[in-house]
């Protein structure tokens, strides 16, 4: 049975919002973006689709419109339309791909490479209407990008691992988003869990606060491990396969808090206290609607006996927490011309393999850290640094610095504007001891120095030197370069770099008005 996609049924509404705060009805024949974008559903009923093809695609491209910009979300709209007009398809399957493939020439490949991750969400999500096989089939096609011959099945710009630039762009963005309340404990744990160990959810989800450890090495020194669950594992059950492995203190931390938290609402909705034999049993990750459905502690807790998997977050309520975060996200990437970077576990994943892989380890060591049993699939993980690593050209940050939006603080004439004006410790100083602005956070800051540049509290002077903070980094960058430092240790300077290439422009710009140019 076919379908118009711009009814699902005569009366059924739910409101959505895009990135740019446009609220668009999910079922509507038009959903407006932004100040000048709209999707038209009306040009897809000649195309008579089949009825869960549409629903799924249209529930899939709504995440899309809430989580990037409306011109990348119209692009997938308009080559989605293009690969049904161009096959005479109304289904999703490798032929339909296939065919459309057959129709694209090389230099534009790159408009399947964008639907490769439509495809892939619209399977994660398992929304209705893509047969089971084409997944598979998008994560192993190899294809050319925008430039022609570069080839971006590695290092994948929409689905593969995140850049450096990225990288550092999405921890910088969530550290600021968390210290403002834009992101709540639980939310950024789910992040940083996921940036840290590339774990797949369902490892991530089943953990406990009893598979945390801390303790001291021989020489004092603080170690922090996490037995964590096996995610592929054959013929096992629920949490009955482990490896340990250690963690940053800054992750152990989080997922204490958060654990504690899981904690605190289970006392919260039975008033009463967890017995101390039972809280390494509790979820650091849980189902709150689980919890909710008990009507006593106790029976509460001879559930995880029963049904041991049924108080731990759901697989549909994980996809939506990084949904969450990705809608809530800031941070850019310079590889598709400044475009929002769309967070998923998966890439996350790549990321972390990849990492491990331009820092020199082997695939034994890979395997290790993904949790492998073996190393056969390594390979699917690790991308081909050498197509994946982009130094940013120091010509090139003039245009890049803007796209990335690396800065996070705001610009201010001098220092009577500052919020701690009248305290000198706020005062931040460039490498030749000038200062170049003020702090506003209150509490102590390990930092300081050109990473304020990265900093949401940083109030740089629109007449400070940071022009001679960027040359120190260029300077430097250049001496890494000499020396033979790896392209992974140069990168590690590129978000500093265009923040502060950012804020040197923003200020060119605030004296351009005040001498009215």
């Known amino acids: 049975m076919n379908v118009s996609l711009t009814s699902k049924t005569k009366h059924e509404r739910k409101i959505l919002k895009s990135k740019f705060g446009y609220e668009f009805d999910l079922y509507g024949e038009k959903w407006k973006l932004d100040g000048s974008l709209s999707l038209n559903w009306k040009l897809y009923d000649e195309l008579n689709l089949e009825q869960q093809v549409a629903e799924g695609m249209r529930l899939t491209l709504a995440v899309f419109a809430m989580e990037l910009s409306a011109s990348y979300t119209s692009s997938i709209f308009r080559n989605l339309r293009e690969m049904f007009i161009k096959t005479n398809a109304n289904s999703v399957s490798v032929a339909t791909i296939q065919n459309y493939l057959g129709t694209l020439k090389k230099d534009n490949e790159y408009k399947l490479g964008a639907l490769r991750a439509f495809f892939l969400d619209w399977d994660e999500r398992g929304n209705p209407g893509l047969d089971a096989d084409v997944a598979p089939y998008m994560e192993s096609l190899r294809l050319s990008g925008m430039e022609k011959g570069k080839a971006v099945s590695k290092g994948c710009p929409h689905t593969g691992a995140y850049s450096m630039q990225e990288q550092q762009a999405i921890l910088t963005w969530a550290v600021n988003a968390y210290d403002s309340d834009k992101l709540n404990l639980k939310e950024y744990t789910w992040l940083i869990a996921n940036i840290y160990l590339g774990s797949r959810p369902v490892q991530l989800r089943s953990s406990t606060k009893g598979d945390l450890n801390f303790y001291k090495s021989q020489d004092g020194q603080d170690i922090y491990k996490l037995e964590r669950v096996g995610g592929k594992q054959r013929n096992a059950g629920f949490r009955e396969v482990f490896d340990?492995?250690?963690?940053?203190?800054?992750?152990?931390?989080?997922?204490?808090?958060?654990?504690?938290?899981?904690?605190?609402?289970?006392?919260?909705?039975?008033?009463?206290?967890?017995?101390?034999?039972?809280?390494?049993?509790?979820?650091?990750?849980?189902?709150?609607?689980?919890?909710?459905?008990?009507?006593?502690?106790?029976?509460?807790?001879?559930?995880?006996?029963?049904?041991?998997?049924?108080?731990?977050?759901?697989?549909?309520?994980?996809?939506?927490?990084?949904?969450?975060?990705?809608?809530?996200?800031?941070?850019?990437?310079?590889?598709?011309?400044?475009?929002?970077?769309?967070?998923?576990?998966?890439?996350?994943?790549?990321?972390?393999?990849?990492?491990?892989?331009?820092?020199?380890?082997?695939?034994?060591?890979?395997?290790?850290?993904?949790?492998?049993?073996?190393?056969?699939?390594?390979?699917?993980?690790?991308?081909?640094?050498?197509?994946?690593?982009?130094?940013?050209?120091?010509?090139?940050?003039?245009?890049?610095?803007?796209?990335?939006?690396?800065?996070?603080?705001?610009?201010?004439?001098?220092?009577?504007?500052?919020?701690?004006?009248?305290?000198?410790?706020?005062?931040?100083?460039?490498?030749?001891?000038?200062?170049v602005g003020n702090c506003g956070e209150f509490?102590?800051?390990?930092?300081?120095?050109?990473?304020?540049?990265?900093?949401?509290?940083?109030?740089?002077?629109?007449?400070?030197?940071?022009?001679?903070?960027?040359?120190?980094?260029?300077?430097?960058?250049?001496?890494?370069?000499?020396?033979?430092?790896?392209?992974?240790?140069?990168?590690?300077?590129?978000?500093?770099?265009?923040?502060?290439?950012?804020?040197?422009?923003?200020?060119?710009?605030?004296?351009?008005?005040?001498?009215?140019?």
């Open 244 to 435: 340990e492995i250690e963690i940053d203190e800054d992750l152990a931390l989080l997922l204490q808090n958060q654990s504690q938290a899981s904690i605190r609402f289970l006392e919260k909705q039975f008033g009463e206290s967890i017995p101390s034999n039972q809280i390494h049993k509790i979820p650091i990750f849980l189902s709150t609607a689980a919890v909710k459905s008990f009507r006593t502690l106790e029976d509460c807790l001879h559930c995880l006996v029963i049904k041991p998997d049924y108080l731990f977050m759901r697989k549909d309520d994980a996809v939506n927490l990084m949904e969450t975060i990705s809608i809530k996200c800031e941070a850019r990437t310079t590889r598709l011309n400044g475009e929002y970077i769309s967070l998923r576990s998966r890439r996350f994943r790549y990321t972390v393999a990849t990492n491990a892989r331009r820092r020199g380890l082997g695939a034994r060591y890979i395997a290790k850290i993904l949790g492998h049993k073996d190393m056969q699939n390594v390979k699917v993980y690790v991308e081909n640094t050498s197509e994946t690593v982009d130094i940013i050209d120091e010509a090139m940050t003039t245009v890049l610095a803007p796209l990335a939006q690396a800065f996070a603080g705001t610009l201010i004439k001098n220092e009577r504007d500052a919020i701690r004006a009248n305290d000198p410790r706020s005062r931040i100083k460039s490498n030749n001891g000038s200062s």
């Open 443 to 517: 509490g102590f800051c390990a930092s300081g120095g050109r990473q304020c540049y990265l900093c949401s509290k940083f109030q740089p002077w629109i007449h400070g030197q940071h022009e001679k903070v960027l040359e120190s980094v260029l300077k430097e960058r250049e001496s890494l370069r000499a020396r033979g430092a790896s392209d992974f240790v140069i990168q590690s300077t590129d978000n500093v770099l265009m923040a502060i290439k950012e804020v040197v422009l923003l200020c060119e710009q605030e004296k351009n008005l005040e001498s009215g140019i």
